[in-house]
């Protein structure tokens, strides 16, 4: 593992990313370390006799989101895809956000990070956006008032996976987080969501949102639908809200 720079970027992990990557004249050492490991024959560079050097190499997606507490694995995609050996030497921009144990990537705390991985074979680099969000547990004894509300969702056109959690939020603030139900044969999905107040005023609405977190892609996406805290029960299981994302 090589560490090359660090910096803190604190704030809203909603909104705030990494400042673009630094200067990539600067990244020339770390080649000539690539091209030393080489020489001492700890590395092997020696492409494929039948493979075309790779032209491009890229993440994608090129923004993840992970949880605290989580340890994860990125792989950039070459183009061609040709070479054997696709080892990179990896380096975190923020230590303090997610460190890094060889190739797993460790998330530690609550903020954005940059991740850059410089390929052996290729003698290329491309970085990753890291989100680590705070982990989505409710605590329900921080508001006082709850609203109840039933939901039909699909992801994709596919029902939610067990690598997916979804919740409810006001704003950037968690208010909910869902869980199956059984109704018949369909499975449904139960937000108990919570609130300050036991119902919004009218000129100060702030809209429910629900927003769904994929541990097996690094994504998190929200779906085209919010509603209004009212207090009350807004959907029930032979109503229940639609929630899709196509």
């Known amino acids: 593992m090589i560490i090359l720079q660090s910096y803190h970027n604190k704030g809203n992990v909603q909104s705030r990313r990494p400042s673009p990557l630094p200067d990539v004249r600067g990244w020339g050492w770390v080649f000539c370390c690539i091209l030393l490991l080489s020489s001492c024959g700890l590395i092997?560079?020696?492409?494929?006799?039948?493979?075309?050097?790779?032209?491009?190499?890229?993440?994608?997606?090129?923004?993840?989101?992970?949880?605290v507490g989580d340890t994860f694995v990125v792989h950039p995609t070459f183009e061609p895809d040709t070479i054997n050996n696709k080892t990179c030497f990896w380096t975190s921009l923020d230590m303090d956000v997610v460190s890094l144990k060889n190739d797993t990537l460790i998330a530690e705390q609550e903020g954005w990070a940059r991740i850059v991985a410089?390929?052996?074979?290729?003698?290329?680099?491309?970085?990753?956006?890291?989100?680590?969000?705070?982990?989505?547990?409710?605590?329900?004894?921080?508001?006082?008032?709850?609203?109840?509300?039933?939901?039909?969702?699909?992801?994709?056109?596919?029902?939610?996976?067990?690598?997916?959690?979804?919740?409810?939020?006001?704003?950037?603030?968690?208010?909910?987080?869902?869980?199956?139900?059984?109704?018949?044969?369909?499975?449904?999905?139960?937000?108990?969501?919570?609130?300050?107040?036991?119902?919004?005023?009218?000129?100060?609405?702030?809209?429910?949102?629900?927003w769904v977190y994929d541990r097996k892609t690094l994504q998190r996406m929200i779906f085209p639908v919010f509603i209004t805290y009212?207090?009350?029960?807004?959907?029930?299981?032979?109503?229940?809200?639609?929630?899709?994302?196509?």
């Not at 939901?151 to 208010?175: N, Q, Y």
């Open 44 to 67: 092997d560079l020696e492409p494929d006799s039948e493979a075309r050097v790779p032209t491009k190499m890229y993440f994608s997606p090129d923004t993840v989101y992970v949880m």
């Open 118 to 210: 410089a390929s052996i074979s290729a003698l290329m680099t491309d970085s990753v956006d890291v989100c680590v969000m705070e982990p989505w547990v409710m605590s329900e004894t921080k508001y006082p008032y709850e609203m109840v509300v039933y939901a039909d969702v699909s992801v994709h056109g596919e029902p939610v996976t067990k690598d997916m959690t979804l919740a409810a939020f006001s704003g950037i603030s968690l208010r909910g987080v869902g869980t199956p139900i059984t109704v018949g044969k369909k499975t449904l999905w139960r937000f108990r969501i919570y609130n300050d107040f036991e119902f919004t005023l009218p000129y100060a609405e702030t809209p429910i949102t629900f």
């Open 230 to 246: 009212n207090g009350e029960t807004y959907s029930t299981p032979s109503e229940p809200l639609e929630l899709k994302l196509e």
